[in-house]
């Protein structure tokens, strides 16, 4: 097996626990030969082992670590261990009552650096980060047929300039491995709601299930109350308001097609759509409205994109989440929720923080951080990846107004 060096910085990193080697000049002396998928052995500068890693030479991830031990091979006994491992966990730690869509494996953190697999009702799908996985594929799918038996295994690559794939219309076709197409939306339970996903093309399915355990949070709080849900999407948040009893939910999404998923969600759970308001348009745009309408909402909710452009905006979560904040706070009426989340991997929850600050303090009033959230038990993380940690969920109360004091 071929012995890769990697800096001392990279060799201080891998030993305190993080996963993955960056592209950098001690990896551009690699060997030319080197190919994606290829298993290597990492060691410092003295020769000292570090791990075992899959290669992807041509990615900015140069390497991903899949065993602290030296390993020769993964065999089909090692991937059957590790998917017994990682099912294990969901079955005895998580409350999946009422639910059948879930993540079975989460990348680093179940150890299987670069892909994820997840559930859906009957199906799977595999989504490959890397392309070091690509030789491994069928392995993966024979043992998840042997321990799951599901009736189809889909696989979906995703890009890494998913922005720029999205702007061109390029979105990838998923492939099916195993089983028969669903050929449709598929309909599968997340506490106890039916949602439609689409497991045949694009980069999402239409639900996020990080958020799951979020939305069983918010439908604890929302009974009797008005709910703004902006950047809506396909109306998961939604749905769980409406469903626990909210008097009325206004969903706001730059998409209509998405906006008409929602519905379709509504109609699922004997929802009528009709005694809600969906509202298709820019976020920025449609709050300036309802503000100057004087709409008041209990609770205003915000999950948007990390990144998001429209003809007239461009939000991105540094700088944007601010103004956002801001003007959702005027909408709110006092002592109602904010509630603010981010996918976006390279803010952290202190810098996070800071954003919705900025809006508090440009809108005057006082906001009291309730609690803190991050993603579900089905998307564990290591110790030591913090990137693994990246769903940051700010449950907030818009406190007391006030008016700076002058000199």
């Not at 869509?101 to 980060?129: K, S």
């Not at 491995?177 to 689409?198: C, H, M, Q």
């Not at 503000?291 to 944007?320: C, N």
């Amino acid at each position: 097996m071929e012995k890769l060096i990697v800096s001392s910085d990279t060799a201080r990193m891998l030993q305190l626990g993080h996963p993955w080697v960056i592209a950098d000049a001690t990896t551009r002396r690699w060997p030319k030969s080197l190919q994606p998928g290829q298993l290597v052995r990492l060691v410092d500068p003295q020769g000292g082992h570090l791990a075992t890693a899959l290669l992807d030479p041509t990615d900015r991830v140069a390497a991903r670590v899949i065993d602290r031990q030296p390993l020769s091979q993964l065999s089909p006994d090692w991937i059957a261990e590790r998917l017994q491992r990682a099912l294990a966990l969901r079955q005895t730690q998580l409350d999946l009552d009422g639910t059948d869509a879930w993540r079975l494996a989460n990348a680093e953190g179940d150890g299987f650096p670069g892909l994820t697999v997840d559930r859906y009702g009957d199906y799977l799908m595999l989504q490959a980060f890397t392309r070091a996985w690509d030789s491994r594929i069928d392995l993966l799918a024979n043992q998840l047929e042997k321990l799951l038996r599901p009736q189809g295994i889909y696989l979906k690559h995703r890009p890494q300039q998913t922005r720029k794939l999205e702007s061109r219309g390029g979105l990838p076709q998923n492939k099916l491995l195993r089983g028969k197409a669903i050929g449709r939306k598929l309909s599968v339970l997340e506490n106890g709601l039916i949602f439609w996903v689409d497991l045949d093309q694009g980069l999402h399915t239409g639900l996020f299930m990080d958020q799951r355990e979020n939305r069983r949070d918010l439908m604890a709080r929302c009974r009797g109350k008005r709910i703004l849900n902006l950047f809506s999407f396909t109306g998961a948040f939604s749905v769980a308001s409406a469903a626990a009893g909210a008097r009325q939910v206004t969903s706001v999404d730059a998409s209509a097609t998405y906006l008409k998923w929602a519905e379709e969600n509504f109609s699922a759970n004997r929802l009528n759509p009709k005694t809600h308001r969906f509202i298709s348009g820019d976020c920025f745009k449609v709050l300036e409205e309802l503000d100057a309408a004087g709409e008041q909402y209990d609770i205003v909710l915000m999950d948007p994109p990390s990144f998001s452009t429209t003809r007239k905006s461009r939000f991105t979560t540094r700088g944007g989440t601010s103004d956002l904040v801001t003007t959702a706070l005027s909408l709110l009426a006092d002592d109602g929720l904010l509630i603010t989340s981010s996918n976006h991997q390279k803010v952290d929850i202190a810098e996070y923080l800071k954003e919705l600050r900025r809006g508090a303090l440009a809108a005057g009033v006082d906001l009291q951080v309730l609690q803190l959230r991050g993603q579900g038990g089905d998307f564990p993380y290591t110790v030591g990846f913090p990137e693994g940690r990246y769903l940051k969920y700010v449950i907030s109360r818009k406190g007391l107004k006030y008016t700076a004091l002058s000199g």
